[in-house]
């Protein structure tokens, strides 16, 4: 049997999606795998050229990135599967060192490695379920604050580089949820659990898979024994917005996160929940126009902020 499926989604991402192939082959060794691309009707040629040992699936239409990966996922073989974002590049023998270690701890059914800021800096990836303590902090700012995060968890843990300095992400250990830019799970969890929930057509669709598996008794885990590099947002609408190091993405992420917390809510939560959710989206809008916008002086970040606002 195949060790790892590698799943990768592209939408107009050539030039990464071929740095991110090419990283794959040159620093994977002593271990097997097979790579899956699915692509969303790219309009700038993401299907050629990729290689004879490339299993492509191209769409007609964007079907998103959890229906995608769905058609990825049922298509391999191997006994883990990736899901792995097309702009991201490995620098060391990531694979084997994450099978190596999943095959230790057989209660953990999904896991991930630090991913780095092109820069070398690390970057934020998954957190704490966002249950309604900490989309207040959140919401706040608060958990920016130090020891706050420590003490109640976050959602959005900040990184090592913030003001807070926090080690959350320099050390190993159990979270809630992982980004899909990089995301290793058995292929048992998802027989058992079923891959990607497709209402979810862009974020929180992780969070949401690992609420699952949780439920069905797995565990989640951050390994920070090896890395990859991860540009993030590369096929977001918009330029990204952000004040100092903290980058929150593009105008495609951030309303995409808000309509999958509110889907999110609406199918993990008692549904008194989901108005407190609503008014906490509501009043993270208006403080990130202030922090973002007119303090930071951030034209986009005030547009999309707004519309953010106007959508709830």
Not at 237 to 250: A, H, L, M, P
Not at 270 to 292: C, E, G, H
Request: include cysteine.
């Amino acid at each position: 049997m195949i060790d790892v499926s590698i799943i990768i989604v592209s939408f107009n991402t050539k030039k990464l999606l071929l740095a991110c192939l090419e990283s794959i082959k040159r620093h994977t060794e002593g271990i097997s795998f097979e790579v899956v691309v699915i692509d969303n009707a790219s309009d700038d040629g993401s299907t050629k050229g990729l290689g004879k040992d490339v299993r492509v699936i191209a769409n007609r239409k964007n079907l998103g990135f959890s229906r995608a990966n769905n058609q990825g996922i049922k298509e391999a073989k191997g006994r883990y599967i990736l899901l792995l974002n097309s702009d991201t590049e490995f620098k060391e023998n990531t694979l084997k060192k994450m099978v190596d270690w999943m095959d230790q701890h057989p209660k953990v059914g999904i896991s991930t490695c630090t991913l780095l800021n092109p820069d070398g800096s690390i970057q934020a990836t998954g957190g704490r379920f966002p249950d309604l303590l900490r989309m207040f902090l959140w919401a706040k700012f608060l958990d920016d604050l130090p020891g706050v995060a420590d003490l109640f968890g976050s959602y959005h843990p900040h990184t090592p580089n913030f003001f807070g300095k926090s080690d959350f992400y320099k050390r190993e250990h159990r979270q809630d949820w992982v980004t899909g830019a990089f995301l290793l799970t058995r292929k048992e969890v998802l027989n058992k659990i079923g891959g990607l929930d497709e209402k979810f057509f862009m974020y929180v669709e992780e969070v949401d898979l690992c609420m699952r598996a949780k439920k069905d008794g797995w565990e989640t885990w951050y390994i920070p024994a090896t890395k990859v590099v991860h540009i993030g947002a590369a096929s977001g609408k918009g330029e990204k917005v952000g004040f100092g190091d903290r980058q929150i993405g593009k105008e495609g992420g951030i309303l995409g996160e808000f309509e999958g917390l509110k889907r999110f809510y609406k199918k993990h939560y008692p549904s008194w929940q989901y108005p407190i959710l609503t008014l906490l989206l509501k009043t993270a809008s208006v403080l990130r126009i202030v922090v973002f916008g007119i303090l930071g002086g951030q034209k986009e970040a005030l547009r999309i902020y707004a519309k953010a606002f106007r959508t709830i």
